[in-house]
């Protein structure tokens, strides 16, 4: 079977699908452009996409009847992909849960620490030479043992940064969920998405769609309180970036982190030029045993699907 792979993958990744698939693999380390997209739906028996191939209900309308049969995502979020639009087309789509859990969370940390303790805006200072020593009022941030996280979304991600938060940190979790979560993993309270928004860290973890676009916007943000960080590392359209940049210019909140972006990889002029926000450029999952990891999920998807079985992680 024709298999395209859209984005250079880990070495070991490669080799595992081209010993058993005809592979095609793209050098770019860019999305798809739209003619890409509609080409690897008619050229290709199986497609191993990634973030930015946005394969939406216009790409398999113009395809009408498709050769590829499966998109083996690449990555445990697939909100470029309508599942719904690849289905009703009788293509498959598959994604890798669980291989990027606790490297999501150690950044989830790393925002926090990062703008918590101005980490960031204090790496600047020294390194542009305004540094002047140490006085007892510099830079002075929060100390987060014993506050108070408010988790927006409690799959695994969201459990796995409470489980650091409690365990290492002390503080006390409360979490908002769509649906009931009986047990959470570590002690914390399920509760309305305005209490948790009101706690001192908030972090939101909850995956991507059209049920989660703009989850937290205007109204959401009003509920924080002005010594509070706020922390994003589920996907970028989560939350209104033009509310979020307006909360932070108004000094309603004291600061934020963000590791994804709305317009991605646009990021708004605005957010960079705030000092209180900790920006990365998406390194939720940046290790090599980690994406080593999701490639060869993905991978083992695409052979369980060419040999007549439900790929393990079909979505």
């Known amino acids: 079977m024709k298999l395209l792979i859209t984005r250079p993958l880990p070495d070991e990744v490669m080799a595992a699908a081209r010993a058993r698939f005809d592979v095609t693999a793209r050098a770019s380390t860019l999305p798809l452009t739209p003619r890409e997209l509609r080409d690897s739906l008619q050229d290709y028996d199986l497609v191993l996409p990634t973030l930015g191939d946005r394969y939406q209900p216009d790409v398999f309308a113009d395809v009408g009847q ?17 599942v719904a639009a690849a289905g009703a087309a009788g ?13 999501t969370a150690d950044i989830a940390l790393t925002l926090i620490l990062m703008t918590a303790r101005r980490a960031g805006e204090g790496e600047r200072m ?6 002047q020593g140490w006085h007892p ?7 987060v043992s014993g506050k108070r996280l408010g988790v927006i979304g409690m799959g695994r991600i969201g459990k796995a940064i409470a489980k650091r938060c409690q365990a290492g940190f002390g503080m006390e979790v409360v979490f908002f969920n769509r649906s009931v979560i009986a047990d959470p993993g570590v002690p914390a309270r ?17 995956p991507g769609g059209k049920e989660t676009h703009h989850l937290i916007n205007a109204a959401t943000l ?7 960080i706020f922390v994003n590392i589920s996907r970028g359209d989560v939350v209104d ?3 979020l940049i307006d909360t932070l210019q108004r000094g309603a909140i004291a600061g934020a982190g963000l590791d994804v972006y709305e317009f991605e990889p646009k990021v708004p002029a605005s957010l960079v030029a705030m000092e209180n926000v900790t920006l990365l450029p998406h390194l939720g999952t940046a290790a090599l045993e980690v994406r080593a990891n999701m490639g060869m999920m993905a991978v083992d998807n695409l052979i369980a699907f060419a040999e007549g079985r439900v790929p393990p992680n079909k979505v």
């Open 137 to 143: 009022i510099q830079m002075l941030g929060m100390h």
């Open 241 to 243: 970036e033009v509310a």
């Open 91 to 103: 293509i498959a789509v598959s994604n890798t849960p669980g291989a990027v859990t606790d490297a």
């Open 222 to 228: 009003a509920q924080m309180r002005p010594h509070a």
């Open 126 to 131: 020294l390194r542009e030479g305004s540094w």
């Open 66 to 82: 498709p050769r590829a049969r499966m998109l083996a995502n690449f990555g445990v979020g697939y909100n470029h992909i309508d």
């Open 190 to 206: 399920q509760v309305p998405l305005g209490e948790a928004m009101a706690a001192d860290i908030v972090v939101v973890a909850v």
